[in-house]
């Protein structure tokens, strides 16, 4: 009987380590975003899972309120520090390793304010 309870693995995300073709979903939270090597991240992705196997990425869109906010206030910060690659971009890596992107979504399309009355007066925006 296998055991239970939580379980940690920390590693470099191109450098998962697992065996080629052992997993068939791999979640990658904003890992594209934070990493200096993203080609080589969706490189590792591609050889750990298994045919018909799952990616999920989340990200920051780069042509959003959030990106908005990016080119004004600058990087100097954690999340506006990241990559904020495109869905354009990450599409076409994607079909360089013969990983089909389907299907994609946007969410989260209340402005970046830190006022909690703000974000409630926008909050029909995540409903559009």
Known sequence: MAETGPVDIRCEPERLP?????????????VLDFTTKPH????????VLMPE???VLTGFNPLSLWGL???IQGRSATPW???FLSLARIKDWLALLELEANPTAFMGYAPPFSR???LAR???LEQA
């Open 69 to 71: 906010r990016r080119l």
């Open 81 to 83: 520090c990241g990559n």
């Open 53 to 55: 196997g799952r990616l």
């Open 116 to 118: 909690h009355d703000w």
């Open 40 to 47: 080589h991240v969706l490189r590792e992705a591609e050889r």
């Open 18 to 30: 697992f065996e080629t073709r052992s997993l068939d979903l791999l979640l990658m939270p904003h």
């Open 122 to 124: 926008c909050h029909y």
